[in-house]
């Protein structure tokens, strides 16, 4: 689901990360409101160039993007969606987090191609943050 704003994140137990225009490495989160000194459209700079939140508890990613003039925000309910349309995997994080892996999750729905006789083949819709893990899957 696609959010207008940064006041609109929902308020939850969110673990992540924010890379802020004035910061020359990102800033790792723990927090219920993570982002709150961003909110005010008062104040242009600095603004978040990424972020990336996941609340374990709800089972909800959130991804902040800025292009340079507008944030693109989206949230993914993982809970919402079944397992088969999961695939969980991790990288190497920045050497900046306290955490050795980031995890990632894919998320796949199945779909008529016409290319392979209108037969459902799966399509990769999008790709949620995780949290972290020191741990390899």
Known sequence: MRLEDIAQIPSGNYIGYYWASDSRQPVEINHIKPLQQFESDNRPNPFILEAQLYDPGQQLSISIRHNGANYHIHSIELAALQEENKSYYTCIADKGFSHQRIKYCDI???????NCCDMKVLVKKATAFCGFTDEEE
């Open 108 to 114: 796949w729905l199945a779909e008529p191609d016409e």
